[in-house]
């Protein structure tokens, strides 16, 4: 795992980087790589891994809005924190899918429980599933896929980049995905509440509307109270 800090005030630099650091050390867990940034032009050009952002939003030069969007848009499961003590641009920054948005002077216990967060969804992110297929197996990342679909004995795991047909029953996957993010809506639907658009009684859209997923009318109640769940998780 890589951490980045990119802030030009030092001094706030280096107490995210300590507060990181003694979150990582209470916890008995193994220390990430850590690399501070005094620019986004700087960040801009970093070629390492970036799993999550501690990203100031007043620099000079490019702004963190702009560096925000230009990172997201080169890795869509960078998780970014704003740090600013500006609130105005929250409604900006949310426009790029921030994670978190902290305000300096940075509170250590609040620091603390979004970083920890952010450690579940970045695990989560990197869990990877190996499918079946009569051709072989294709390993994708269980955070990828969007939902999965039976159709009498054929069934279709769809991910944000393929669609595989699996050999395996719908009841297998039931039994391999463990994450909250899943949710059996229908006797052949398997749905990823990361990626639900809309849903009424009958029916829930998915991934800006690319798929859709039957809802069991007697499940609607268990479905809507866990999406909310989850949609308070993530908060």
């Known amino acids: 795992m890589r951490i980045l800090i990119c802030d030009d005030d030092t ?21 990430p790589e850590i690399s501070c940034f005094q620019d986004g032009n700087t960040l ?4 390492g ?13 490019m702004n963190g809005i702009y560096i925000g969007n230009e990172l997201k848009k080169r890795n869509k499961k960078i998780i970014i924190f704003v740090v600013t003590s ?3 641009y929250l409604d900006e920054a949310m426009r790029f899918h921030v ?13 603390y429980r979004n970083l920890k967060d952010a450690l579940k969804v970045y695990s989560s992110s990197i869990v990877k599933i190996p499918i079946e297929t009569k051709d072989g197996v294709h390993t994708v990342l269980e ?8 159709i ?16 395996r029953p719908i009841q297998y996957w039931l039994d391999t995905l463990h994450s909250k993010c899943f949710f059996q809506s229908h006797r052949s639907f398997i749905i990823n509440f990361k990626y639900v658009t809309d849903f009424d009684h009958t029916l829930i859209h998915l991934f800006h509307n690319q798929f859709q997923a039957y809802l069991t009318r007697r499940k609607y109640t268990a479905f809507k109270d866990a999406y909310f769940l989850y949609l308070e998780s993530t908060r």
Do not use: W
Not at 44 to 47: A, E, I
Not at 99 to 111: A, E, G, S
């Open 11 to 31: 001094i706030s630099s280096e107490q995210i980087q300590k507060y990181i650091l003694d979150y990582f050390n209470r916890n008995h867990l193994k220390t």
């Open 44 to 47: 801009l050009k970093d070629n």
């Open 49 to 61: 891994e970036q799993d999550i952002l501690f990203l100031d939003i007043e620099m000079p030069g």
């Open 86 to 88: 500006y609130i105005e």
């Open 99 to 111: 994670f978190r948005y902290l305000t300096k002077p940075i509170d250590k216990q609040r620091f």
């Open 143 to 150: 955070s990828e896929i969007v939902c999965i679909e039976a």
């Open 152 to 167: 009498g004995k054929k069934v279709t795991i769809h991910t944000i980049d393929a669609d595989i047909e699996t050999k």
